[in-house]
């Protein structure tokens, strides 16, 4: 089946530094959807991307579709205190298969940050 | 606050009890799912509705079993469960499969 490798596993820094995380995988996606988790609570949807080359922004994050269609980043700018969570790539498979409707997650990358 | 609302949001229940979980959703969404999640991992795909008709089971275990009584509504009825079941059961919707999926909050089970 189609997998996910996301990296880093885990991150730590300080407030108001530039944080990057990225998720790739060897088959091509035609979706990538970019979540954050934070504890408690169930996945929200951060960014969306459809297209090959796309550059989506939702206020301080940045996120791209590759232009292979087998990557993405994303990047949060000028990092705070409550960015704090996990953040999970993931991409639906593809139609025509019996896996279609199925989400593929990334294994995800937790973010501390330090006031 | 999601537009997903899972009840309830904390369970805890013996191995030999029968108890539900429900999940509801009001934004006209055609697909609905049941995924389990374990701390600190991905969510896990356990079963997915596409309109009101189940169309993935990911080989769950009998002692788990979805219903979908109409287009905003999701059960997971629970029976004679064990131990490693205990985890966040997280319920989502999506316009249609493939689509974006929503999630709620999840119940957390404790599985005594």
């Known amino acids: 089946g189609q997998q996910l490798n996301q990296s880093p596993q885990s991150m730590f820094i300080q407030e108001g530094e530039d944080v990057s995380m990225n998720c790739t995988s060897s088959?091509?996606?035609?979706?990538w959807l970019w979540y954050k988790q934070d504890p408690g609570e169930g996945p929200v949807l951060l960014i969306a991307?459809?297209?090959?080359?796309e550059l989506t922004s939702n206020g301080r994050l940045t996120a791209q579709f590759g232009i292979t269609r087998k990557d993405s980043f994303l990047n949060i700018s000028a990092s705070i205190p409550s960015d704090v969570g996990i953040y999970f790539c993931?991409?639906?498979?593809?139609?025509?298969?019996?896996?279609?409707?199925?989400?593929?997650f990334g294994q995800g990358t937790i973010l501390t940050v330090h006031p | 606050d999601t537009e997903v609302t899972q009840t309830p949001k904390h369970l805890v229940m013996g191995m030999t009890n029968k108890k539900s979980l429900k999940c509801e959703q009001h934004?006209?969404?055609?697909?609905m799912y049941w995924y389990k999640q374990k701390a600190k991992k991905p969510p896990e795909l356990m079963f997915v509705?596409?309109?009101?008709?189940?169309?993935i089971n990911e080989s769950v275990p009998s002692r788990f079993s979805p219903e979908c009584p109409n287009s905003s509504l999701l059960n997971l009825h629970l029976h004679a469960l064990q131990p490693e079941d205990s985890a966040l059961y997280l319920c989502?919707?999506?316009?249609?499969?493939?689509?974006?999926?929503?999630f709620g909050d999840g119940t957390r089970l404790s599985i005594l």
């Open positions: 989502a919707s999506s316009q249609g499969v493939a689509q974006p999926q929503h």
């Open positions: 088959s091509i996606f035609n979706t």
């Open positions: 991307l459809y297209k090959a080359g």
């Open positions: 993931a991409g639906p498979a593809n139609a025509g298969g019996t896996s279609y409707g199925k989400l593929t």
């Open positions: 934004m006209g969404h055609r697909a």
């Open positions: 509705y596409s309109y009101e008709k189940l169309s």
